[in-house]
């Protein structure tokens, strides 16, 4: 079967793998669509291949695709199932791994990360334990579950732990896939959205998305700008989708007194004044990494009921053979999703 291996100092190409069968409780996916993440830079521009005990493991931790095969012990699962594959796996006996959070499970040696200690989803096929199997509803094609598996429904989650409502102007900052899909599913939620980002292309998209105002964090005073919008009060909420110092300053900043802000983008470091940024404001702080099983699910059939026009966002399609270009051109900072695709 055919698959992607990340070489090191970004390089990507496709290796023939051994075939694959599903063991016990675990089920074989034939791949339809795969989506590739920025979270995946540090391996794919890593000094080496991306290796787990020694062995090459595929990356791809957005897979959506089709049952075809059952291993033993398999229950509520069958040939045929459409399904979007969440990509953590843990004990499956504590008490996050019960409610679906198996990313959060305390037993480090039962911990496992489908694209990174376990083989992903940018192979012909897969395997993953059946409890990770989130039903993809006929509403929506492959390509958005792909979406759904890690970008959209980790947007999703923030906006439920913000509580966001049609009561509230949001500031989006960032509009990559992540920032993107809080921008949709905002404006869906009721919301009117701020976008913000350099990128012209990304803010181009933002307004398409549904945003009620868009700002180029390179033309001045960003909080500034959100009070004038606001009548001088500032985002009732504010989510943070980049993953830098500067940004998560200035969302803080742009946040009206009671209000709450969302840190989502991943890495960096960050230095806040306790007082002024938050004691006296009466902030919120949150924070959000990904979802649940449960979440995932629940993203799904919103963008199924609501018609939330996810697919609009993706902007690059190509073949597994391509895949190493694509990843060259997503890694450059082109706009939008890019996802691999199967038939």
Same mark, same amino acid.
């Given at each position: 079967?055919?698959?992607?291996?990340?070489?090191?100092?970004?390089?990507?190409?496709?290796?023939?793998?051994?075939?694959?069968?599903?063991?016990?409780?675990?089920? #074989?996916?034939?791949?339809?669509?795969?989506?590739?993440?920025?979270?995946?830079?540090?391996?794919?521009?890593?000094?080496?291949?991306?290796?787990?005990?020694?062995?090459?493991?595929?990356?791809?931790?957005?897979?959506?695709?089709?049952? !075809?095969?059952?291993?033993?012990?398999?229950?509520?699962?069958?040939?045929?199932?459409?399904?979007?594959?969440?990509?953590?796996?843990?004990?499956?006996?504590?008490?996050?791994?019960?409610?679906?959070?198996?990313?959060?499970?305390?037993?480090?040696?039962?911990?496992?990360?489908?694209?990174?200690?376990?083989?992903?989803?940018?192979?012909?096929?897969?395997?993953?334990?059946?409890?990770?199997?989130?039903?993809?509803?006929?509403?929506?094609?492959?390509?958005?579950? $792909?979406? #759904?598996?890690?970008?959209? /429904?980790?947007?999703?989650?923030?906006?439920?732990?913000?509580?966001?409502?049609?009561?509230?102007?949001?500031?989006?900052?960032?509009?990559?896939?992540?920032?993107?899909?809080?921008?949709?599913?905002?404006?869906?939620?009721? $919301?009117?959205?701020?976008? !913000?980002?350099?990128?012209?292309?990304?803010?181009?998209?933002?307004?398409?998305?549904?945003?009620?105002?868009?700002?180029?964090?390179?033309?001045?005073?960003?909080?500034?700008?959100?009070?004038?919008?606001?009548?001088?009060?500032?985002?009732?909420?504010?989510?943070?989708?980049?993953?830098?110092?500067?940004?998560?300053?200035?969302?803080?900043? /742009?946040?009206?007194?009671?209000?709450?802000?969302?840190?989502?983008?991943?890495?960096?470091?960050?230095?806040?004044?306790?007082?002024?940024?938050?004691?006296?404001?009466? #902030?919120?702080?949150?924070?959000?990494?990904?979802?649940?099983?449960?979440?995932? $699910?629940?993203?799904?059939?919103? $963008?199924?009921?609501?018609?939330?026009?996810?697919? /609009?966002?993706?902007?690059?399609?190509?073949?597994?053979?391509?895949?190493?270009?694509?990843?060259?051109?997503?890694?450059?900072?082109?706009?939008?999703?890019?996802?691999?695709?199967?038939?």
């Amino acid at each position: 079967m055919r698959g992607v291996v990340f070489r090191g100092n970004s390089v990507a190409e496709v290796i023939d793998y051994p075939d694959i069968a599903p063991g016990p409780e675990q089920v #074989l996916i034939k791949l339809r669509s795969s989506g590739l993440c920025g979270s995946d830079f540090g391996r794919y521009r890593g000094e080496g291949p991306n290796e787990h005990s020694g062995e090459l493991r595929r990356p791809g931790h957005e897979p959506c695709g089709e049952i !075809v095969g059952l291993g033993t012990g398999v229950v509520g699962r069958k040939i045929g199932d459409r399904v979007i594959q969440h990509h953590y796996e843990g004990c499956r006996e504590c008490d996050y791994c019960l409610t679906g959070w198996q990313q959060l499970c305390q037993v480090a040696e039962k911990k496992e990360y489908y694209g990174g200690s376990m083989h992903g989803g940018h192979g012909d096929y897969m395997v993953a334990h059946q409890s990770t199997c989130v039903p993809l509803p006929d509403d929506l094609d492959f390509e958005v579950g $792909a979406y #759904l598996a890690c970008g959209a /429904s980790t947007a999703f989650q923030a906006l439920k732990k913000l509580d966001i409502s049609g009561r509230d102007t949001l500031a989006v900052f960032g509009q990559g896939p992540v920032g993107l899909a809080a921008t949709m599913f905002g404006t869906e939620m009721g $919301a009117r959205i701020i976008a !913000v980002d350099i990128s012209p292309e990304r803010l181009e998209m933002a307004a398409n998305s549904g945003a009620w105002a868009t700002i180029d964090a390179s033309n001045g005073d960003v909080p500034e700008q959100i009070r004038e919008l606001t009548h001088g009060t500032g985002a009732d909420a504010t989510l943070e989708a980049a993953g830098l110092a500067a940004t998560r300053v200035v969302a803080v900043e /742009s946040t009206r007194i009671f209000g709450r802000s969302c840190l989502v983008g991943e890495g960096g470091e960050v230095t806040y004044q306790p007082t002024p940024h938050i004691i006296h404001r009466h #902030l919120t702080l949150l924070g959000s990494w990904t979802f649940s099983t449960f979440g995932l $699910a629940e993203a799904a059939r919103f $963008a199924a009921q609501r018609k939330v026009p996810l697919a /609009s966002v993706i902007t690059s399609r190509s073949t597994i053979e391509e895949a190493p270009l694509a990843y060259e051109n997503f890694s450059s900072g082109a706009p939008g999703k890019f996802v691999i695709n199967w038939d």
